[in-house]
Every structure is written in C-alpha cells, then in structure tokens.
C-alpha cells in the first residue's frame, strides 16, 4: 500500500498531511521504517520474519546493520586517506 502510493505520487489519505491526526503519522511513520528496513531489501538481505515480529529482535538486527554500515564507511575512508579513524561504537 505504501509502496504503491509513493509510485503512484497518490496520497495515503484524503485530507493533507498537516491535518492528519497521531495515528495516521505513526501509521506512516511505520509504513516507511519497514519499508526501508524490511520490504525494500533484496531477499537475501532482508531479516527474516520471525526477526520483524519481536521489536527487541528487529532493534537488535538494525543496530548491528548499523554498526556493518558505519564499520564499512570507516574502513572506507581509512582507504581513501590512509589514516586510522576512530571506530564506531554501538550502545
């Protein structure tokens, strides 16, 4: 459904987004996170289900995708520039 509206540029509901209520934010807001955490990741890098449906799984699995993320752009930049830069830490 989100997906298919952001393609189609067509809005989610009918009045504008300055009147929606707290719902319909955090509706969207959650429609969004997994989109981008879930459903637009190719199979193989997408969590698996059983990982989505428990929150302390899913922030487990998004915080150490960080950690890779924020560990491959310093490993990254140490290439570039051929100095040490300090290392990401997680919580």
Known sequence: ?????????SPMFEE???QWDENKKNFMYW???YNTHVFSLDEAERP???????N???D?????KLFR???????????RTGKMVETYHSR
Do not use: G
């Open 69 to 79: 993320e924020k560990e491959d752009q310093r490993r990254d930049q140490e290439k």
């Open 60 to 64: 487990d699995y998004i915080e150490k």
């Open 56 to 58: 302390a799984l899913m």
């Open 16 to 18: 504008p987004i300055i």
């Open 48 to 54: 698996a289900p059983y990982i989505v449906q428990y």
């Open 31 to 33: 429609l969004r996170f």
């Open 1 to 9: 459904m989100y997906v298919l509206s952001v393609d189609l540029h």
